[in-house]
């Protein structure tokens, strides 16, 4: 058996489920990273410049790329069966605490560990992160995606971005999903267009599988969490993007009103893959907040 935090792929099972993680990178500190989605593939978080300073087990969520699936996929896939598999993996790694980030979806569900476990853990990094979802974030997206639209409305191909996102809600295989999401994608970015050589690769590598974002009885798994992130009293580093169209600058600056022990760090020139669009100040962020609060 290999060690927990040897590089590359691991398995361990988690109530029967195959859950797996990725090691990557160098440094006495062990930095946990959650992808978002639900159902994006753990390697659209790849973050090579923090792998240069940092230990980073990126886990590949159960129900997602080849980890295992529950019985009930695509329903089931809460934040608190989310949170149960991290767990399992963070206790697999054998170290004391670990650092935890979490990117869009998967800050929902970092600052819910982070809320219920933070015994384990050294720090959270809440990026591009929400307090909520349903209509209130909602609203605020369709605002931020015509402003988006309106800074694109000479360009051919900004249409073709509204039609995927229209398209989303009804898809349900997960390479029709896939497809739809490239096609939004150039949305996520602060100049998908003005910079598409460089960035079209990472459109074109996208990847997600379906998942509901219903519990197992089919009720929505609906994010809430003003009251829940104000109980939280480690040491946190929020991230948001300024262009970000789906978890962006107001409620990354929220998030820092409600987390009391926070540093917030707005990427002027990102939308919502900072790690992507300004890789060297996004892993300056996270690895000076780590080295700020090392052990």
């Keep these: 058996m290999s060690e927990p935090l040897a590089p590359g792929a691991h398995t361990i099972d988690v109530h029967g489920i195959a859950q797996r993680y990725h090691v990557y990178g160098q440094g006495a500190a062990v930095l946990v990273a959650v992808p978002g989605g639900p159902g994006v593939y753990w390697d659209s978080l790849r973050m090579p410049e923090v792998e240069r300073h940092v230990t980073v087990v990126y886990v590949e969520p159960i129900g997602t790329g080849d980890s295992g699936r529950l019985p009930t996929h695509p329903d089931g896939y809460t934040r608190a069966v989310y949170a149960d598999a991290l767990d399992q993996v963070i206790k697999q790694l054998g170290r004391d605490r670990v650092y935890l980030l979490g990117h869009s979806y998967g800050g929902f569900v970092a600052q819910y560990y982070a809320a219920h476990h933070p015994e384990n853990l050294a720090g959270v990094i809440l990026y591009e992160s929400s ?165």
């Design 131 to 295: 307090p909520v979802t349903g209509e209130e974030q909602g609203a605020e997206s369709m605002r931020l995606l015509g402003e988006f639209m309106a800074r694109n409305q000479d360009n051919p191909a900004a249409p073709g971005v509204l039609a995927a996102l229209q398209s989303i809600g009804g898809i349900t295989d997960d390479e029709e999903l896939t497809a739809a999401l490239r096609g939004l994608l150039p949305a996520y970015f602060a100049d998908y267009w003005g910079r598409e050589a460089e960035l079209s690769p990472v459109r074109n590598s996208v990847q997600v599988t379906y998942i509901s974002g219903r519990a197992a009885d089919g009720t929505p798994d609906v994010i809430a969490d003003r009251e829940l992130l104000a109980t939280i009293a480690l040491p946190t580093l929020v991230i948001a993007g300024e262009y970000d169209v789906i978890c962006g600058e107001k409620w990354g600056r929220e998030i820092h009103g409600l987390v009391r022990n926070s540093r917030l760090v707005v990427l002027e020139h990102s939308g919502h893959l900072g790690h992507v669009e300004e890789p060297e100040r996004f892993a300056k962020a996270v690895t000076d907040f780590v080295a700020a609060h090392g052990r």
